[in-house]
Nanobody, 123 residues
Framework: QVQLVESGGGLVQPGGSLRLSCAAS????????MGWFRQAPGKEREFVAT???????YYADSVKGRFTISRDNAKNTVYLQMNSLKPEDTANYYC?????????????????WGQGTQVTVSS
């Protein structure tokens, strides 16, 4: 079992930055592939970024060049640094974990989910 707790969300102006954190329980965090997803009101949950257990990363086109996913296995934590934020980035952001998953881009690949942290980009 893995428990995930997100933090770092909030209200930010367009062009601003936020860093989300996801703290995981358990002693095998380094084995997990981790992902960030987001869901805006009235929309489906969508993939944002993934970092594999060996460190490779992949991003949705909509955030490429603006967001950076990273992990600190010593702290059992995965991060999402979000820069140049846009109003369309407004959503509830979720952290997810899986030991498997071929691509890391589909929500169905993930077994464990956090409860989410709200990000609102508005002037």
């Amino acid at each position: 079992q893995v428990q995930l707790v997100e933090s770092g969300g909030g209200l930010v102006q367009p062009g601003g930055s936020l860093r989300l954190s996801c703290a995981a329980s358990g002693r095998t965090f380094s084995s997990y592939n981790m992902g960030w997803f987001r869901q805006a009101p009235g929309k489906e949950r969508e993939f944002v970024a993934t970092i594999r257990n060996r460190g490779s990363t992949y991003y949705a086109d909509s955030v490429k060049g603006r967001f950076t996913i990273s992990r600190d296995n010593a702290k059992n934590t995965v991060y999402l640094q979000m820069n140049s934020l846009k109003p369309e980035d407004t959503a509830n952001y979720y952290c997810a974990a899986t030991l498997f998953g071929q691509t890391g881009t589909r929500s169905s690949e993930y077994n464990y989910w956090g409860q989410g942290t709200q990000v609102t980009v508005s002037s």
